[in-house]
Each structure stands twice: as structure tokens, then as C-alpha cells.
């Protein structure tokens, strides 16, 4: 009786373990170093595939600055529009010494 009392938490106490780990291994998001280019920005937003990017395609950065980028103000960005647009500044990230 009392082995498997034993077995019970030590393995409570390995999944807990392993559960603390993982948490803390993504605990920070990683940034891509490289913003995506024009096309794979269409490619992952443009819904309906018409090449034109609506306000309710859009999010992040460009949701905010979408009337900025819709230059000739048809409530569409295009492609062309899209490469004229001044790009967000990046913030460095700071590496930490463990």
C-alpha cells in the first residue's frame, strides 16, 4: 500500500515539474528579426483574396494606421500602398544575462 502511496506523488510531483518548466520556457514571446514582407502580409490577411486589405481583414499596427495607408481613402489598402507606408520602428530587445 504504501509503494503505491510512493508512486502516486512522486508522479504528481514530476508532472508538476514538467508543467513549471514548459510554463516558464515560454513564458517570454519571441519576436520574428525580419518583418514580414508585403505578400506574406496579404497572404495571412487578406480573407476573401480579392488583393486589397478592408479595415475587417486587418489587425495589429496596421488596424491602428490603416487611414494613414489607405491613401486614396477607397477603405481598401492595396499592395502598392502598403509598400509606400512608412515602416513602425522596432524596439531592440534587451538581452538578459541569465
Same mark, same amino acid.
Given at each position: ?30 519576436? +520574428?528579426? *525580419? ?7 496579404? @497572404?495571412?490577411?487578406?480573407? *476573401? ?11 495589429? +499596427? ?9 491613401? *486614396? @481613402? ?8 502598403? @509598400?509606400?507606408?512608412?515602416? +513602425? ?5 534587451? *538581452?538578459?544575462?541569465?
Amino acid at each position: 500500500m504504501n509503494l503505491i502511496k510512493f508512486k502516486k506523488i512522486a508522479l504528481i510531483g514530476v508532472l508538476a515539474t514538467l508543467g513549471t518548466l514548459s510554463c516558464t520556457g515560454q513564458s517570454r514571446k519571441e519576436r +520574428p528579426e *525580419n518583418p514580414p514582407s508585403v505578400d506574406e502580409v496579404f @497572404e495571412h490577411m487578406d480573407a *476573401n483574396e480579392d488583393g486589397l486589405l478592408s479595415k475587417k481583414e486587418v489587425r495589429g +499596427p496596421l488596424k491602428h494606421d490603416f487611414d494613414k495607408i489607405d491613401e *486614396n @481613402e477607397d477603405g481598401f489598402i492595396s499592395k502598392e500602398e502598403l @509598400e509606400k507606408a512608412p515602416k +513602425p520602428k522596432r524596439k531592440k530587445p534587451q *538581452n538578459r544575462e541569465r
